[in-house]
Structures are given as structure tokens and as C-alpha cells.
């Protein structure tokens, strides 16, 4: 046993020590490279940082433990675990928690999360998470007087204020670094960002804004059909000179044509968002699926994916809904989002039709878990969820494997779109985000896209038209905004937010 700690100030900054030894190595890692180590001034500011975080983390836990008592330490222990897994991701993956990666675990599923599985996460539990969390409750501590209580806090607010001060020439550095460093500090990282994505969340409009009415300018039978890719960066597209053919049947097929083009974020859903809204506003605009159906559009929705905004149209089927109607050996793969599209598509009574097919091809980190086997062209891939456990070949072929595969599902999709020889059809690929493959020690996606690498923000954006259909301009580099008004363009939808600045057809005559 322990032996009993006199001093509730000092069990908390036993805790405080232990919580900076544990938890913060990749914070460590950061600042030491990111500042000179062989200068005064770098020495002072990683021996600040390190005091600071010490008396800081102490001065809330002992705040907390004289206020809340047992239930401080059971909040302890709970940050212990979570800090451990925390700690995982951003060993592993090179996440920073901040605001953005919050919003991506609360719009995780089960499909996905359990997908990041492995024996080290359950190691990492063990040895940072329960037996920390076992010491923890083995220590014992005396109450405290109020005025004991009061006086600890205010001298160490006293000198923590004091040692702030004093590295005032540091604070441009922290202030520039201040996303990183919050980020990888434990637990305020995932405490505070948790916090921020909620009120955000709160304060956003709950029900979308409708956009003002719009009118269909002809009748001729039109189809465009959206596919959003998932985590698919451009840079692997043979189409835009990736030395590997991962496109050999895209390649092949007359009109279609491929741009440049950057995501406004590197997660799911707030890529979908910008994919669907007319403009970057920051509020919840009545997206176009949603302004399409309202005005008089079939609109047909089908997803193995999820992080869209709320889709309020009839035909909307999730990949539950799809495989009830699917009856080969491929209705866990996402070409399940064509099965039976033509024959619905012709069973509309409406001349004007948007298709969106929503995506999962190319998710991490099980990549060779996203295409059949028959599409194993590039080996030997990676089969582990430690994506720096593989070899950069093995993990960027598992990769490359999913580029071939979605070839393939856009060229079959092509080609039933041909078939629809009453119809002008025009197809536009483009991604959510892209994707880190171990480049600079980052992998999948998440980073603020402030601070993103170009593979999570350069993404394809990849365009078919049926013959005798619209001409395609010769953009520069197309940002997912463009899609709203492409789609209204090629529709002939009549609309006063319309902007033919934006839309990648020329125009007609």
C-alpha cells in the first residue's frame, strides 16, 4: 500500500507530473522542433513551457479534488483513459485534437471507429490508462482548510501569472503555435476543443435557411449525377499524371476530362457541406439536393457513407437500404450504389433528375478491406490498422488499389449513363478531402486545414458528358463550391443565387 499523502497539493501535483511524463512525448516532440535548442532563449521557453504546464495541470486538479472530492478522482481516472487513447491517435496517426477532430469522433460510426481496433490501443488502455488510474485510487489524502485551500491557489495563480509574464518575448511563438500545442496538450486538448465543437454547434441555425425559389428553363430530359469520393486525393489519379495507371478505364472513355481542385476541409462533414452548399457562409443553407427536390427535381440520394447535412428528400437509401436489394458477392463494396440506379432513374416521371452517390472507397486505415479481391493490381498491400507499422509500398498500393476500383464503379456508371440515350448526362466525381500516407510522418486525414498538408486539401474533381450535351470551360483550380452551380447549369434551373462564374459548363447559345 501507499502511504497516505499528507497534503492535498502535493497529490496534485504528483498527478500533474505524472499526467506531463505520460501523456505528452508528441507535445514534446513538437516544441523541440520547432525551436532552437542550442540558443538561451530555446532552453528558457522549453523549461518554461514544462513548469508551466506543471503548476497549471496542479492548480486545476487540486481545484477540482477539494471541490468535488472522490468524483475528482473518478474525473481523473476518466482522463487518464481517454488521454491514453488520445494519445494512440496522435501516436500513430499523427492527429492533432483540436475542434476539427472532435467533430470527426462525434460523426464516427461503429462501422468506422471499429475499424481502428488493434492490439496496441488495448496496450495503451492497460499501461496509460487503468494501472495510472489503480495508483491513483491506492494514494490517500487528508482533508483541507478552507484557508489552506485558498492560500495554495492564490500563490500558485501568483507565480504561474509571474512566469507567464516573464516569457512575454515568447508569446508571439506560442501564439503562432498555439493550435498545435493546445492540441497535444492532456486533457485540455479534447476537454476545451470538446467544448468549443459544442458550442459552435449550438449556436449554428438548427434549421436550414432556404435559398430563394427556382424554375426550370426548358424541358429537356437532363440527368447529373454527383459521386462524392472519400478521401480520395488527386495526386493518385493516373489522370493527373500519377505514374501508376490507376485510371486504365477513365483513361479510355471519350469526355471526360479531369480539373485541379482543393477541398475547403480535410474531414467528412464539412467537405460534404461544402460540396452542397452555394457558398461558404458558415451557416446551414438549404443544401442542393434538398433546394432541388423542393423545386420540382427527382432527386435520388443513395450513401454506404455518412457526415452528410440532413438530406429531406424521398428517395434517400443508405447502404442498409441497398443491400435488401442486392443479391451478389459484391453488396459489401460501394458499386452497390449502382445496383438497379438505371432501372429507378428510368421510373421517374421527371424530365430534370439529380443523382448523388456518396462514397467510401478509399477510407483508412483498412484500405484493402475496401475493394474486392479481384482488384489486388498493386502488391504487397497493407493489412494493418497501424498504418506506420507497413512498409510506405505496401501502404500506398492498398491505397492505389482503392483508386482502381473507384475507375472501375465511375466507368460502369458511364456506361449505364450511356445507355440513357434520352437523356443528356453529365457525371462529376469530386472528394470530400485527401489523404496523408505517411508524408512527414502524417497519415488519413483531420489536420486543420489552415495547417493541412496539400495531400488532405488537392483532391480530383473529374467530369463525363454525354455526347452532344455541354461544353466544359478550362478552369484553373476549382474549389467544391463549384458543384452547386454546375449542377444548376446543366439542369437549366433558373435561380437568383446562381453564378455562372462558378459553373464549369459554358454557356449555351
Known sequence: MLKKINKL???????????????????????CNNIDLKSLNGIVLLVSLT??????????FYIGLYLLRNVGKWILVLFFNINAIALYFVNTYGVIIDKTMI??????????SSSFFSFTL?????????IPSILLFKIKTEKVKVKSFLTHAFLTLFCLLSLAYANSPNWLWIDKNSKSLGGLAMPWSYVVNTTSFYNSKYKKNKAQILLPNATLKDNKKSIAVIVIGESARSENFSLYGYEKNTNPLLSQINNVHSYKAESCATYTTAGVKCILEYKNTGKLFEILPNYLFRNDVEVIWRTTNWGEPTVKIENFQNKKDLKKLCNTDRCDYDEILLNGLKEQILASKKNKILVVLHTSTSHGPTYYKKYPPEFNKFTPVCKSVELANCSQNELINAY???????????????????????YNSSMIYISDHGESLGENNLYMHGIPASMAPKEQLDIPFIVWNSDNSRQLKQNG?????????????FLAIESPIYDENMSIYKKTN
Open 9 to 31: 497539493s502535493y497529490f496534485a501535483l504528483l498527478i500533474s507530473i505524472i499526467n506531463l511524463v505520460l501523456y505528452h512525448l508528441p507535445f514534446y516532440k513538437f516544441v
Open 51 to 60: 513548469v508551466l504546464a506543471i503548476f497549471l495541470n496542479a492548480l486545476v
Open 103 to 112: 467533430g470527426n469522433v462525434v460523426n464516427t460510426n461503429f462501422e468506422e
Open 122 to 130: 488495448i496496450v495503451y488502455i492497460i499501461l496509460l490508462g487503468i
Open 400 to 422: 492505389d488499389n482503392t483508386i482502381v476500383y473507384t475507375d472501375y464503379i465511375l466507368a460502369n456508371l458511364i456506361g449505364n449513363l450511356k445507355e440513357l440515350k434520352e
Open 477 to 489: 483550380i476549382l474549389s467544391q463550391h463549384n458543384i452547386f452551380h454546375s449542377v444548376l447549369d
